[in-house]
């Protein structure tokens, strides 16, 4: 439990703002604001007084349990949690000190200022971890598992996707897997994303581009090997073109953010200061869309994959994994820069296979060197590292790897997580670059061969 006690922050300060700019009688806004702001003023100690009983109370049940007594046996209180009182006591007795009086004789120009001073960074970070404690605490196992509201967590989703080819062997292979992954997604809440046509490596990208990618791990020679290359190298600049998609969106957002924190600042009346607010509100929205993005592979799918034995078929059960993925998300760090919701993880320099990286939590690994990119989420802190390493497909002097290994390269700069139980796994069939066809689902956590 993470969350600190502010009857003033979390409720009446928002309904000064709301009164403040929303009401359209100028006699109701002025009474109603100064109304709420003199009840702040007046529960301001009351917060103080409750942040610092619960702060007490949660370091000695701590110290308690540290002895051993029994009757602090079930305590569970984090160190985030002790935290998270001191941070809101130290905002009563300083940083807000005086804003409930500020709102109370002058709320219009306080909020006004507190809105045009609010950092651009704060916005941009989803707070997953108080989401999944919510909802771990309000949704029943079976609604956990039945919808996970991904886009809850990661509003900004991208799904990879080729065009068919007329005339091909199969003319509606990659139609047919946009539908499923289309039906996977809206059975788990993430039914707002949008399809990322695929770069076609064998079409689109020059013999000068493919021909520079750096990896014969299957073995081939020939006309073959050359057709893999070629799927490598449109799979590595589909995944560049998504995250730089979504770092161009960022980045204009901000700006947008910016040029309407602007116009607030230089509003003269009310009306002009509403139409402020509302541009600022809409930027806002943007950015935190594009804080991050979730890149999905059309062979991926959502759930746990399981293989009682090496003589039987896997299978996907969805039993658990709502609760696996919440679990996931509740402790995902706020620094962190990449989320694997599978991988084959192959020890610190990538030399070993299916080698598990470090604990960093119950539910979660610390990579070391993580393959496989058929669902990736990235954050916003990321864009710039990732997108500096993969330009170097746009530089003809550059040989580069395969995405995933380019990837796992960057895994010791960045704090890049990947589930203990993989949460995610390729479905079966062929791929569009590897050798040979699976008839079963796999998750990087157990060798089908190849």
Partial sequence: MTQEISLTKNYLIPNIKYYTYESNSTFKREI?????????????????????????????????????????SQETVSDESIGANLKEIKNILWDDAFLPLKLLFFPRHTIKAKIIDTKSDSL?????????????ATMSPEELD??????????????????????SADPTKFKRRLDRITDDLNNIGGATFERLRATYGALELSREVWSRVQDNSFNLTGEEQDRTHKAQAGCYMSHYRAVKEASDKYDAALKELEEAK???????????????????????AKVKRYSNVLVLEDDNGMGFVKKPDANTLATVEMKGSGIGFRKVMQELPQDWHMLYFCTAECGKEGKRWIVPSPQHSEHLNRLDYGLLCNALAINHTAYPVIL?????????TKPFRPLDHEYAMLHGKLNVFSPKNPLAYQGAGDSSISV???????NGTWDRGF
Avoid at 124 to 136: D, E, K, P, R, V
Wanted: charged share 20%; glycine share 6%; proline share 3%.
């Fill in 436 to 442: 040979g066809t699976s008839n079963e689902p796999w």
């Fill in 388 to 396: 500096k390493a993969l330009s170097k497909i746009d530089d003809p």
């Fill in 262 to 284: 602007a116009l607030l600042k230089n509003s003269n009346n009310l009306n002009e200061e509403q139409n402020a607010l509302h541009l600022i509100e809409g930027a806002q």
């Fill in 146 to 167: 039945k919808n996970w509201k991904l886009n809850d967590y990661f509003p900004n989703i991208r799904v990879i996707n080729l065009d068919d080819k007329p005339g």
């Fill in 124 to 136: 941009t970070t989803i707070f997953h971890q108080t989401i999944a404690q919510n909802q771990l």
């Fill in 32 to 72: 109603l604001t100064r109304l709420i702001a003199l009840v702040t003023v007046f529960f301001r100690g009351f917060d103080l007084l409750s942040n610092t009983l619960c702060g007490i109370g949660k370091t000695c049940g701590r110290a308690l349990r540290a002895i051993h007594l029994n009757i602090a």
